[in-house]
């Protein structure tokens, strides 16, 4: 039984989750400047990548959260924002900005987008992170968030390669394992996650997993109608490789081309068979080493 | 990263579908034939600015990789401790357990080392947690140090005689275990050149044992009472060979790791050195002292070698994105190749 299915008893909070629509990022890093605050993040290193604006690079012990920037030369004309508003807007008679070939159609627009999507730790439904833990210091919150206790942890740094999106790691210098709490603290006191919070477009939604699920559902839905087909959701599907997570995600290209696996599978799904294997390896030692013992001595 | 650039040498970096309309994508429809091997993989992969997708192993190589050698070695020379003990060969049971006690004594302080809180590493022993081969690999050290050690200790000093039999008895159990489970250690990880050899790494790492604590007792009991460290040896020397190249045919594109780089020089040296091992034991390892000696030497350092390549390939896959998006999506257009073949036919527009 996933954590999806599992009933829920009175008094107990639903699953909150993150949907990261990255079709309406504007890469502000507000959701970087904002974690780091709220959580006492240290400083990452302050230069560019010398690739784009980027200047985080990838999620890490001092990155929970991470804005990719992706320049692609691709005929796509405008990203239209306004899908699926529904608020009026009163026409003032001001000269309106317009994409470039609004006017003159697709050939004269410019053959540039910008992808831009705030990275987070996906709160896996499986999380590889938590099953390998061995001192029970990564442990899964009555919000089915998944956090590291840090005055548990000891640094063995098994988390680290565990995870399939490269999302946890050691901080240097204080030895211990540290990512995204979702902000635990704050869920507490039922406030949204400093991200969630700063994001100037809602790119950062938080809330119960089951609401932003179907939001999304509709959003992606919309962005198809209106013939953007790259649309697609990302951790959405609870039958994945992680079963689903926390974090999901609205992606406009493919997973890889944002530093996310296209497929993420749990490496604990395979442990049943790799115990069994051992096993079977374990007894062949110990056969092996009488059967050098057996026969004539010596 | 999708784009191109003008450089002093031309244009770089052009992928062949840049003038494709972004979105017309759709997942499943390539042309990719179901259960098509991918042996020879895509050039082009998609990629965050060629990043790897995963964070990298913290471990540092010589704490850890050091501690797949030595711990192999203490739970397979805690084997044949036990079998040296039984049949009356008391030289090789000394070596034996001398050699188990010292190798499990540096993989603890091996693994300690490498905790990032040192002073916590008794939050090992805090839970124990089958789904964490380390919690399970912590239990199990906690158990068999102890036992190795007593039995070395018991033959030293002639004390307590029962007691040391039933603890040279146990660690060999106890051995055993811990020689097998540092594969699935390593192996539930996302690391693909680890991950994805999980079938074969167990006998790799017990083959490899045994070569080490086969050597080990050929390099330190006298000819007449190793002829079982001998064999012990020879079989484990073939077994890893022959689970390695199981493992590397078997993997998939990780196993490139295993060819590239230090992990394939180290990979090389680990097979020449077993192979040179092996086959001084079979000739020359009953007749001379020295030859015995030299052999015994070249399986020890060949299963250290290969313990370094199999940790080296590890941190080479995670460190080349490559090696995770690109049987991860092989894997995608197999699943989608299902379904796009009860569809039209695959058109051949690609775009991203």
Redo the contacts between chains.
């Keep these: 039984m996933t954590l999806d299915e599992q009933p829920r008893t009175g008094g107990e909070p639903s699953r909150k989750g993150f949907f990261t629509d990255t079709s309406v990022c504007i890469g502000c890093k507000a959701c970087e400047v904002a974690c780091k605050e709220w959580n006492a993040v240290p400083e990452d290193g302050l230069d560019f990548?010398a690739?784009?604006y980027d200047n985080s690079?990838?999620?890490?012990a001092d990155t929970w959260r991470h804005v990719?920037f992706?320049?692609?030369?691709?005929?796509?004309g405008g990203q239209e924002t306004g899908v699926g508003r529904t608020t009026t807007t009163v026409d003032l008679g001001m000269p309106l900005p317009r994409p470039p070939g609004a006017d003159t159609g697709p050939e004269e627009r410019g053959e540039f987008?910008w992808l831009m999507s705030s990275d987070v730790c996906k709160h896996c439904t499986s999380a590889?992170c938590l099953?390998?833990?061995?001192?029970?210091?990564l442990f899964r919150t009555e919000f089915d968030t998944v956090v590291v206790q840090q005055d548990?942890?000891?640094?063995?740094?098994?988390c680290?390669?565990?995870?399939?999106?490269?999302?946890?790691?050691?901080?240097e210098g204080?030895?211990?394992?540290w990512k995204c709490t979702m902000c635990y603290d704050r869920l507490g006191a039922g406030m949204e996650p400093a991200c969630a919070k700063a994001c100037p477009t809602d790119s950062i939604q938080y809330g119960d997993l089951d609401e932003l699920r179907q939001r999304a559902d509709a959003r992606v839905e919309r962005l198809q109608e209106a013939?953007?087909?790259?649309?697609r959701l990302y951790g959405r599907d609870p039958h994945d490789g992680v079963d689903g997570t926390g974090a999901f995600f609205l992606l406009?290209?493919?997973p890889?081309?944002?530093?996310?696996?296209?497929?993420?599978v749990v490496?604990?799904r395979?442990?049943a068979?790799?115990?069994r294997?051992?096993?079977?390896?374990?007894?062949?030692?110990?056969a092996?080493?009488?059967?050098?013992?057996a026969g004539r001595?010596? | 990263m999708s784009t191109s650039d003008v450089t002093k040498d031309g244009i770089t970096g052009a992928r062949p579908d840049r003038d494709a309309l972004t979105g017309a994508t759709r997942p499943g429809r390539r042309r990719r034939r179901r259960g098509e091997q991918l042996m020879v993989p895509d050039a082009e992969f998609g990629s965050y600015y060629g990043k790897p997708v995963l964070n990298q192993v913290p471990w540092a190589e010589s704490d850890i990789a050091g501690y797949l050698f030595l711990g192999g070695l203490a739970g397979a020379s805690s084997g044949l401790a036990a079998g040296a003990h039984v049949t009356g060969r008391p030289a090789l049971a000394t070596a034996m357990k001398l050699t188990a006690l010292a190798a499990i004594s540096g993989s603890v302080v091996a693994l300690v080392h490498d905790l990032g809180r040192p002073a916590r590493f008794v939050n090992m022993l805090r839970v124990f947690k089958p789904t964490s081969p380390m919690s399970v690999g912590s239990w199990l050290l906690a158990g068999y140090g102890p036992l190795a050690g007593a039995a070395a200790i018991s033959d030293l000093t002639g004390l307590l005689p029962r007691a040391g039999t039933a603890a040279t008895l146990a660690a060999a159990l106890g051995g055993a275990a811990v020689a097998a489970y540092t594969a699935p250690l390593i192996c539930d990880t996302a690391v693909p050149a680890w991950h994805d050899g999980y079938r074969e790494m167990p006998f790799v790492f017990v083959g490899s044992a045994a070569a080490a604590a086969g050597g080990a007792g050929m390099l330190a009991a006298p000819m007449a009472q190793a002829l079982s460290a001998r064999r012990a040896a020879v079989a484990g020397a073939v077994l890893e060979t022959l689970a390695l190249y199981r493992m590397r045919a078997r993997m998939g594109l990780a196993a490139q790791t295993y060819d590239r780089g230090r992990a394939g020089r180290l990979m090389k040296a680990a097979t020449t050195l077993t192979v040179a091992g092996a086959t001084g034991a079979v000739l020359l390892g009953g007749r001379s002292r020295l030859a015995a000696a030299l052999s015994g030497a070249a399986l020890l350092a060949g299963s250290a070698c290969t313990r370094f390549g199999v940790f080296c390939a590890g941190t080479a896959s995670a460190a080349d994105p490559k090696y995770t998006v690109v049987p991860q999506r092989a894997r995608l257009r197999a699943r989608a190749g299902d379904l796009a073949d009860r569809e039209e036919p695959a058109d051949t527009v690609r775009g991203n």
């Design positions: 990548t690739m784009s690079g990838g999620l890490g990719a992706i320049e692609q030369r691709q005929p796509l987008r590889a099953d390998v833990c061995p001192t029970g210091a548990i942890c000891n640094g063995c740094g098994y680290v390669p565990a995870c399939p999106y490269g999302v946890i790691d050691k901080r204080d030895g211990r394992a013939g953007i087909t790259s649309a406009l290209d493919e890889e081309v944002y530093g996310l696996p296209p497929d993420p490496t604990t395979d442990l068979s790799m115990w294997h051992a096993g079977v390896a374990a007894a062949a030692l110990l092996g080493v009488a059967l050098a013992f001595r010596r």
